[in-house]
């Protein structure tokens, strides 16, 4: 894991456009708030949060060396944000959120995914896994990425990626 960092830059080549994933950092704090908020039905954690919440997360989250969040930056825009951390000996996603609704269904999630998963799979070959809501339209974009329902629960499946089996 020698050459992760917490300020990761990723720039993605296109045409015409930059898409690039970056750390998250302070500045950030308030629209990863928002989007989480704005997006909260599709989530787990159904509560509101609080600024002092969103900080406290973040400086706790400092602290993890491999927890990774990243922005989705679109011509130096911020359009949303995508986490990847390592639990144990698999990867999960998490926090996949487009937070600019005018930029849907762009491909811009979907490359910026695959970015993320090459990332992670270069610092450390692990499974990488997610978990998601039933009730989630998400499942269906998660497969076109290349990811598998591995294990279905009450109210949510657990999703592994398997681009082959798709
Ligand atoms: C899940 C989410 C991130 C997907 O965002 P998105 O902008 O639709 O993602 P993409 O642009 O990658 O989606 C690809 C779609 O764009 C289309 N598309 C258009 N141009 C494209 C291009 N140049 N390249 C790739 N796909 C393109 C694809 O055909 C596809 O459409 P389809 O789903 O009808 O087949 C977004 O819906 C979201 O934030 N949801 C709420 C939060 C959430 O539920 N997160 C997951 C929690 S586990």
Not at 147 to 152: M, P
Request: with cysteine; glycine share 8%.
């Amino acid at each position: 894991m020698d050459s992760f960092k917490k300020n990761e830059s990723i720039t993605i080549d296109g045409e015409g456009l930059s898409l690039r994933l970056r750390a998250a950092n302070e500045d950030d704090l308030e629209n990863l708030r928002q989007w989480k908020n704005d997006h909260r039905a599709f989530f787990f954690h159904k509560m509101v949060i609080s600024p002092e919440q969103q900080r406290a997360w973040f400086n706790t989250f400092k602290t993890r060396s491999d927890d990774f969040m990243f922005i989705v930056e679109v011509n130096h825009s911020a359009i949303g944000c995508m986490g990847i951390r390592l639990l144990g000996e698999v990867w999960d996603i998490y926090n996949v959120i487009l937070g600019l609704p005018d930029y849907r269904k762009k491909g811009y999630m979907g490359k910026a995914l695959q970015a993320m998963l090459n990332f992670a799979q270069s610092g450390n070959h692990c499974p990488m896994t997610l978990q998601v809501l039933q009730s989630n339209p998400a499942v269906a974009w998660y497969k076109k990425n290349g990811f598998v329902i591995t294990g279905e629960h009450s109210d949510h499946f657990s999703m592994a990626y398997q681009p082959n089996n798709g």
